[in-house]
Nanobody
Framework: VQLQASGGGLVQAGGSLRLSCAAS????????VAWFRQAPGKEREFVAA????????YYADSVKGRFTISRDNAKNTVTLQMNSLKPEDTAVYYCAASRTLILSAIRDFRQYHYWGQGTLVTVSS
């Protein structure tokens, strides 16, 4: 199983970036996928998730209304569209997948079995 995260970069505050997570080696439609992020010196933080069945989406309060997560099961990809970026969004962003995700634990990184390598997002003020 491989998850490949891409799309990070340097952007000014107020700008946008689109992150992609490409999956291989798994039955993608059976997996819930999430984005987490980790800033220097901080703990890993849930950002957004999209469930396998039904495609319901969930967001951290800090990104709600600015970020949009979506999935394309035909292309085995999940996209995180990030708008109105703020300096506090600066972090390494990781995508993660889980086949047995419990809804109540959707924000718990321990529930995710597979992880991508991370992509760095830097937002300048």
């Amino acid at each position: 199983v491989q998850l490949q995260a891409s799309g990070g970069g340097l952007v000014q505050a107020g700008g946008s970036l689109r992150l992609s997570c490409a999956a291989s080696g798994l039955t993608f439609r059976s997996y819930s996928v999430a984005w987490f992020r980790q800033a220097p010196g901080k703990e890993r933080e849930f950002v957004a998730a999209v469930r396998s069945s039904g495609g319901s989406t969930y967001y951290a309060d800090s990104v709600k209304g600015r970020f949009t997560i979506s999935r394309d099961n035909a292309k085995n990809t999940v996209t995180l569209q990030m708008n109105s970026l703020k300096p506090e969004d600066t972090a390494v962003y990781y995508c993660a997948a889980s086949r047995t995700l419990i809804l109540s634990a959707i924000r718990d990184f321990r529930q995710y079995h597979y992880w991508g390598q991370g992509t760095l997002v830097t937002v300048s003020s």
